[in-house]
């Protein structure tokens, strides 16, 4: 049976999200505050996986992880003012503690670049504190004024966020492209396609000098933020005068770079190789990677039950996380959709014949392809089908996303393009802030940024769409949540 098509339930992508976090058991977002949730074992488990990647990515570029306060008194949010700007319509105020209302208000963490403020400046002190780079994973809440989604907008969200400082413009730039090159690491290894572009100047984090964002397109042809890259230059280290003393004995402010991924890069790998029977999760993530499901018959129910427990035994101890599924109380076939719902990449079904030739059946989660395999060769097979599954399911997400990326001169192919939710747009831009708002409004949609992929960053040859001067480069658009 062939995997079912992501183009059969993208109109209904929605719902099949909602439906599925709850049925497969990786979030309940009935909680009675608006846009919170619960991450239920089976989700956490695979949250855990995933923000294990990674931490193991980023303890091998030597960032330390460290743990910050959640709570920020309001005059250290005000120290920048394009960042207080930029957050503080969406900042949860206490004003009270206990019985009393407090002298000073404090914001629940949106962002932590104004916690670190006063820690780095009692920090640093010379170059050779530096490059300091740190990173936690935690908790963070906006106040979001927008319709919430489970996952994908919430006001109570999970949240990695690693915070550099250097001692020279050049050491940071060199440090936006290795988180850079980090998260296309961590995406490949979910095996999640996206996009790489440099926000436009009125849509970067504020307090940044630039801002990188990947993005990634869902079946209902929305694009979805799921990291982000800011080289902040040295707006925040002189709002919080964190300066070190340079070799000549004269000081400096440090220049800083942050980086982002939240609960949407969980997201990003339910929502990429999803299909109507439910999860389909990379071996990597899968809390469990197999399971084995036993096909009693009769009398024989016993003995076929104690070899499916001997094979699952044997591929624990061989690395696996392996189980077996033994109720007695549902049909093979319930068990089938139980685990296919979940995604768990590998199923094994053994029953008398199976155990008569020495053989199990196996079948792939992602495809739903079956095949034979002898007892004594299954590790190395299952080896050969993990990796091959990785790699079908990254060159899939690839290929989709590419077919649904379009580049076009003409104005009302692009609003076209848009109105039928194809996916992301690139057309050519003058480079003018003013002609890429009036663009998004003309449009109606959002401007993403200019591609920063090295492969597009080609020379333009061609009029901006819109105002028709010189094109300097691509600009993407795309409806967005």
């Given at each position: 049976?062939?995997?079912?098509s992501?183009?059969?339930?993208?109109?209904?992508?929605?719902?099949?999200?909602?439906?599925?976090l709850?049925?497969?058991?990786?979030?309940?977002?009935?909680?009675?505050?608006?846009?919170?949730?619960?991450?239920?074992?089976?989700?956490?488990?695979?949250?855990?996986?995933?923000?294990?990647?990674?931490?193991d990515?980023?303890?091998?570029?030597?960032?330390?992880?460290?743990?910050?306060?959640?709570?920020?008194?309001?005059?250290?949010?005000?120290?920048?003012?394009?960042?207080?700007?930029?957050?503080?319509?969406?900042?949860?105020?206490?004003?009270?503690?206990?019985?009393?209302?407090?002298?000073?208000?404090?914001?629940?963490?949106p962002?932590?670049?104004?916690?670190?403020?006063?820690?780095?400046?009692?920090?640093?002190?010379?170059?050779?504190?530096?490059?300091?780079?740190?990173?936690?994973?935690?908790?963070?809440?906006?106040?979001?004024?927008?319709?919430?989604?489970?996952?994908?907008?919430?006001?109570?969200?999970?949240?990695?966020?690693?915070?550099?400082?250097?001692?020279t413009?050049?050491?940071?730039?060199?440090?936006?492209?290795?988180?850079?090159?980090?998260?296309?690491?961590?995406?490949?290894?979910?095996?999640?396609?996206?996009?790489?572009?440099?926000?436009?100047?009125?849509?970067?984090?504020?307090?940044?000098?630039?801002?990188?964002?990947?993005?990634?397109?869902?079946?209902?042809?929305?694009?979805?933020?799921?990291g982000?890259?800011?080289?902040?230059?040295?707006?925040?280290?002189?709002?919080?005068?964190?300066?070190?003393?340079?070799?000549?004995?004269?000081?400096?402010?440090?220049?800083?770079?942050?980086?982002?991924?939240?609960?949407?890069g969980?997201?990003?790998?339910?929502?990429?190789?999803?299909?109507?029977?439910?999860?389909?999760?990379?071996?990597?993530?899968?809390?469990?990677?197999?399971?084995?499901?036993?096909?009693?018959?009769k009398?024989?129910?016993?003995?076929?039950?104690?070899?499916?427990?001997?094979?699952?035994?044997?591929?624990?101890?061989?690395?696996?996380?392996?189980?077996?599924?033994?109720?007695?109380?549902?049909?093979?076939?319930?068990?089938?959709?139980?685990?296919?719902?979940?995604?768990?990449?590998?199923?094994?079904?053994?029953?008398?014949?199976?155990?008569?030739?020495?053989?199990?059946?196996?079948?792939?989660?992602?495809?739903?392809?079956?095949?034979?395999?002898?007892?004594?060769?299954?590790?190395?097979?299952?080896?050969?089908?993990?990796?091959?599954?990785?790699?079908?399911?990254?060159?899939?997400?690839?290929?989709?996303?590419e077919?649904?990326?379009?580049?076009?001169?003409?104005?009302?192919?692009?609003?076209q393009?848009?109105?039928?939710?194809?996916?992301?747009?690139?057309?050519?831009?003058?480079?003018?802030?003013?002609?890429?708002?009036?663009l998004?409004?003309?449009?109606?949609?959002?401007?993403?940024?200019?591609?920063?992929?090295?492969?597009?960053?080609?020379?333009?040859?061609?009029k901006?769409?819109?105002?028709?001067?010189?094109?300097?480069?691509?600009?993407?658009?795309?409806?967005?949540?």
């Amino acid at each position: 049976m062939a995997k079912v098509s992501r183009e059969k339930w993208s109109k209904q992508f929605g719902e099949w999200f909602r439906e599925t976090l709850i049925s497969a058991e990786i979030m309940d977002y009935r909680y009675p505050i608006k846009g919170c949730g619960v991450w239920l074992p089976y989700g956490f488990q695979i949250r855990r996986n995933v923000f294990q990647i990674i931490r193991d990515i980023l303890d091998a570029t030597g960032h330390k992880e460290a743990l910050f306060p959640l709570l920020i008194p309001e005059t250290s949010l005000e120290k920048e003012a394009e960042h207080v700007r930029g957050f503080e319509a969406q900042c949860f105020w206490v004003t009270q503690g206990g019985q009393k209302p407090l002298k000073i208000k404090y914001a629940l963490r949106p962002t932590s670049e104004t916690i670190l403020g006063p820690m780095l400046h009692l920090w640093i002190r010379a170059h050779t504190d530096l490059p300091l780079k740190l990173y936690q994973i935690v908790t963070v809440f906006r106040y979001e004024t927008k319709a919430t989604r489970p996952i994908l907008r919430m006001r109570e969200f999970d949240f990695k966020e690693a915070h550099t400082s250097h001692a020279t413009a050049e050491e940071a730039e060199a440090e936006v492209k290795e988180e850079i090159e980090n998260y296309k690491k961590f995406f490949d290894t979910l095996c999640v396609a996206y996009k790489i572009s440099r926000r436009p100047e009125w849509d970067k984090f504020a307090g940044a000098v630039y801002t990188i964002a990947f993005d990634m397109l869902c079946p209902d042809g929305r694009t979805l933020q799921i990291g982000t890259v800011h080289n902040l230059g040295q707006n925040f280290s002189k709002a919080f005068d964190v300066t070190y003393e340079k070799p000549d004995g004269t000081h400096e402010h440090v220049w800083q770079t942050c980086a982002g991924i939240s609960g949407r890069g969980i997201a990003s790998v339910l929502i990429t190789h999803g299909d109507d029977h439910g999860l389909v999760l990379p071996p990597k993530i899968a809390p469990t990677q197999i399971i084995v499901i036993p096909i009693p018959y009769k009398e024989k129910s016993e003995t076929v039950n104690k070899k499916a427990l001997e094979i699952t035994e044997k591929l624990e101890k061989a690395g696996f996380r392996a189980k077996t599924d033994t109720r007695e109380d549902i049909t093979p076939g319930a068990k089938y959709y139980h685990w296919e719902l979940r995604g768990v990449p590998i199923r094994i079904e053994i029953g008398p014949r199976d155990i008569e030739k020495n053989e199990v059946t196996i079948v792939r989660r992602d495809t739903l392809e079956r095949e034979t395999c002898k007892i004594e060769n299954l590790g190395n097979e299952l080896r050969v089908i993990m990796e091959k599954m990785a790699l079908e399911m990254r060159r899939e997400a690839w290929e989709w996303l590419e077919k649904h990326t379009y580049r076009t001169s003409n104005l009302e192919e692009a609003k076209q393009l848009i109105k039928e939710r194809a996916g992301i747009i690139e057309v050519p831009w003058c480079g003018a802030p003013g002609c890429g708002q009036e663009l998004e409004e003309i449009i109606d949609a959002r401007i993403l940024g200019t591609p920063e992929e090295e492969e597009t960053q080609q020379e333009i040859d061609d009029k901006c769409i819109l105002c028709n001067k010189t094109a300097k480069t691509l600009i993407r658009i795309a409806l967005t949540y």
